[in-house]
């Protein structure tokens, strides 16, 4: 992990206006000395400078949050004409799952997109209503919660923290893995099962009798390998990807829960563009979301299958009737109560996912 810097919003744009209004200033006391004309050509290669964005993310470069970040590079450095150059980082490289924010916030890196379930610590505990067991029947009904007011008001509580939220990039429905066969809730118990850095996954765990424990998904391979941890919860693309089902022996198709994304960028940088470059790259950014969501409910489809297809961990899916067990034992009301969310957005969120669109 890189040493975080002090809070210095311009550090990671390189702040290109800055430098060429203080090298127009010099060459305005020497212009009378015969020397505009190098002048001029140094600030205009001051000019050209690109600004620099750096997009720093935990999960592989092949995932769909991985190459969704590439797409918007590729269209944000095509339409600005090389004004600005966006580095992407994947698979924590740089930061860690909570590091990346302090990063963040302290203008270290520009641009993110964290598991909505990360971002409590900085927008408040409303931001694990997603992290609610059974609240979202299917995909459809996630997207109208991201997509209506409710979505729209949540990004907004990042901004006294100095954070914008852009766009919502969809992940899938998590399954759950573990070193031993989870076909009813009783066989939770006593398991030590990673979870994301969230109130309600810590007692969405609690509930089913496990010992759940925080840690950043880059570790989590080593922790369940080597049986610090006895299993976990994610999306097909992200088990296979951190390769989570080579060192699990059991999989359970338990779709409980929804891991979606926020892409959120540092604001005092963003406020700071210029405006037609940050125009461009909103509309870069609009197409790179329209790939990301266009693509992940069948990546993960696929995921799954090639999770079967290598034969490594036996996958079972409980019957409706265990499955109504399990939303017995994680009512998501008695859960965001002991988190923290409001009840009256949790009531908002059932009345967005039962109304057809
Ligand atoms: C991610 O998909 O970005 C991370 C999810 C996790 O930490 O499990």
């Known amino acids: 992990m890189k040493p975080l810097p002090q809070a210095t919003p311009d550090r990671g744009a390189r702040s290109p206006r800055r430098a060429i209004t203080a090298l127009l200033g010099s ?15 140094v600030s205009q290669a001051y000019a050209q400078t690109p600004i620099v964005i750096q997009f720093s993310h935990v999960v592989t470069a092949d995932t769909v949050k991985g190459r969704a970040a590439l797409k918007f590079k590729e269209l944000a ?13 994947p698979n924590s490289q740089l930061y860690k799952d909570r590091e990346e924010l302090d990063a963040l916030s302290l203008g270290a890196v520009q641009m993110l997109a964290p598991a909505l379930s990360k971002l409590a610590g900085v927008g408040g505990s409303d ?4 992290d609610l067991p059974f609240l979202f029947p ?38 759950f893995t573990a070193n031993r066969p989870l076909l009813a809730v009783r066989d939770f118990r006593g398991l030590r099962i990673r979870v994301q850095a969230s109130r309600t996954l810590l007692k969405q765990m609690q509930q089913l009798g ?26 097909p693309i992200n088990v296979v990807s951190q390769r989570l089902h080579e060192v699990q022996s059991h999989l359970t ?21 210029p405006a037609d470059i940050r125009n461009t790259l909103e509309g870069a950014l609009r197409d790179a979301t329209a790939f990301e969501n266009s693509i992940a409910e069948a990546e993960n489809t696929r995921a799954l299958e090639r999770i079967k297809a290598s034969g490594k961990l036996s996958i079972y899916t409980p019957s409706a009737q265990e499955l109504a ?7 998501p009301v008695s859960l965001a109560a002991q988190s923290g969310i409001r009840p009256e957005l949790v009531k908002a969120i059932q009345v967005a996912t039962r109304v057809p669109p």
């Open 127 to 130: 931001f694990e209503a997603f």
């Open 325 to 331: 067990q399990w939303r017995t034992a994680l009512d």
């Open 138 to 175: 299917d995909h459809a009904a996630y997207r109208r919660v991201v997509d209506g007011a409710i979505g729209v008001e949540l990004l907004l509580r990042l901004e006294p923290k100095g954070i914008k939220g852009l766009a919502y990039w969809d992940n899938g429905f998590k399954v």
């Open 253 to 273: 198709v338990s779709n409980h829960g929804y891991l979606a994304y926020a892409v959120i960028v540092n604001k005092a940088f963003w406020d700071k563009l």
């Open 210 to 235: 496990a010992e759940p424990s925080i840690s950043p998904l880059i570790n989590v391979f080593e922790a369940l390998r080597t049986g610090k941890l006895d299993g976990e919860e994610n999306t």
């Open 27 to 41: 060459c305005m006391l020497v212009a009378g000395q015969g020397i505009a004309t190098l002048c001029m050509s």
């Open 77 to 89: 450095e095509q339409r600005t004409n090389g004004r600005v150059r966006v580095e992407v980082y």
